[in-house]
Nanobody
Framework: QVQLVESGGGLVQAGGSLRLSCAAS????????MGWFRQAPGKEREFVAA????????DYADSVKGRFTSSRDNAKNTVYLQMNSLKPEDTAVYYC????????????????WGQGTQVTVSS
């Protein structure tokens, strides 16, 4: 069982930056691909980014390409999402997810989820 805890959310002005962290406990994240997703009120959960278990491959939603970067430190059992040039439309609850066998953008394929962290971008 993998427990995931996100942190780093908050309120930021448009154009600002935040770095989200996703720390794992209970089991090492080695061997797990990680995904980042977000959900705004009244909207479906949407893919943001994914990173392979080695960190050698990453994938991003078109809406965040060039602004967001996912990385991981397996020694610290932590995955990061650096978010730059934030926009009001980035406002959402952000979730990290882990899966042993799946790397991609389909949230239904991920087995383990954190509780989410709120990101609010003011205009």
């Amino acid at each position: 069982q993998v427990q995931l805890v996100e942190s780093g959310g908050g309120l930021v002005q448009a154009g600002g930056s935040l770095r989200l962290s996703c720390a794992a406990s209970g089991r090492t994240l080695r061997g797990y691909a990680m995904g980042w997703f977000r959900q705004a009120p009244g909207k479906e959960r949407e893919f943001v980014a994914a990173i392979s278990w080695t960190g050698g491959s990453t994938d991003y939603a078109d809406s965040v390409k060039g602004r967001f970067t996912s990385s991981r430190d397996n020694a610290k059992n932590t995955v990061y999402l650096q978010m730059n040039s934030l926009k009001p439309e980035d406002t959402a609850v952000y979730y990290c997810a882990a899966d042993r066998y799946y790397y991609g953008s389909n949230y239904q394929e991920y087995d383990y989820w954190g509780q989410g962290t709120q990101v609010t971008v003011s205009s």
